[in-house]
Nanobody, 121 residues
Framework: QVQLVESGGGLVQAGGSLRLSCAASGNIFSVNAMAWYRQAPGKQRELVAA???????NYADSVKGRFTISRDNAKNMVYLQMNSLKPEDTAVYYC???????????????WGQGTLVTVSS
């Protein structure tokens, strides 16, 4: 079994910063792409940022220049540094990972439980 555990959410004023962390643990052979998604109240879940195992990244247009995704492959962790936060960034942020397990090299898509980010104006 594989788990993703996020941390780092909270309440911040507009213009402030937060750093989200996500740790993958369990029966893992390797972790391929990792990503952050978010879901605001009444809206669909959307991709915020993604990073491959080689470090290539892509971002939603709405966060380019403000958010930075990074990862530590040795620790199976992914981070999201969020700067210049805006009220419209308020959402539950979910970690996502494409994991390969040792058993038959089975590929799994795993989600974290989510962490709430609230940006006040």
């Amino acid at each position: 079994q594989v788990q993703l555990v996020e941390s780092g959410g909270g309440l911040v004023q507009a213009g402030g910063s937060l750093r989200l962390s996500c740790a993958a643990s369990g029966n893992i052979f390797s972790v391929n792409a990792m990503a952050w998604y978010r879901q605001a109240p009444g809206k669909q879940r959307e991709l915020v940022a993604a990073i491959t195992s080689g470090g290539s990244t892509n971002y939603a247009d709405s966060v380019k220049g403000r958010f930075t995704i990074s990862r530590d492959n040795a620790k199976n962790m992914v981070y999201l540094q969020m700067n210049s936060l805006k009220p419209e960034d308020t959402a539950v942020y979910y970690c996502n990972a494409q994991v390969v397990t040792p058993l038959y090299y089975r590929k799994l898509e795993v989600w974290g439980q989510g962490t709430l980010v609230t940006v006040s104006s």
